[in-house]
């Protein structure tokens, strides 16, 4: 197995509540956590909903984040954000430099995603959706979760998982960006990841 530091440094990249078919611009979070220990910093930015520049708004933030140089990593809750916009987690990890895992509490409705897409005239964040390839199963504490990844073996990947899980079955820095994100943009939390 591989072996990865108890204090890997991750940036949780997950988004606020936006009212649908309202909002124009959608809060995104993200939090540079320790392994599953210690917060060490925050940032934000606003993406489009249903738009197309979360992936650039990820690469322009952490590129300039003082945090940068400390990171081994970036987790994203989901495959999009702010609704359909869509991410391309290959250009994400190779303008940056670091390796991205995706994670889903649920296993994507890929077929039924790509439907609405195309009913919607966005067929081409299609090619997004399959440039992230088929998720995996992870199971933890009698549930499963999936996840994608980009730039780092599977194996590595799965040991990221089990070692930044501590309560319930997400990863703490993406349960953490989900807390905030939702207690900025509600008022409090609310939800689950």
Do not use: W
Not at 172 to 188: D, F, K, N, Q, Y
């Amino acid at each position: 197995m591989v072996r990865i530091k108890k204090e890997i440094r991750i940036l949780g990249i997950d988004d606020g509540y936006f009212e649908k078919f309202k909002a124009k611009k959608c809060l995104v979070i993200g939090v540079v956590y320790r392994g599953a220990e210690f917060l060490d910093g925050l940032i934000s930015f606003k993406v489009k909903v249903d738009g197309d520049d979360a992936t650039e708004k990820i690469i322009e933030s952490i590129n300039k984040s003082k945090h940068l140089k400390q990171l081994s990593l970036i987790m994203v809750n989901g495959i999009s954000l702010a609704g359909f916009n869509v991410i391309d987690i290959e250009k994400i990890s190779k303008e940056t430099g670091l390796p991205i895992i995706i994670v889903s509490r649920k296993n994507p409705r890929i077929e039924l995603i790509k439907k609405v897409l195309k009913k919607i005239g966005k067929e081409d964040k299609i090619k997004l959706i399959e440039k992230a390839r088929k998720p995996r199963e992870f199971k933890i504490n009698k549930t499963k979760i999936y996840f994608q990844f980009y730039g780092m073996e599977e194996e590595k990947a799965r040991e990221i998982l089990k070692l930044t899980i501590k309560h319930g079955n997400m990863p703490e820095p993406l349960r953490i960006a989900h807390i905030i994100a939702s207690g900025v943009t509600l008022g409090e939390n609310r939800g689950r990841v």
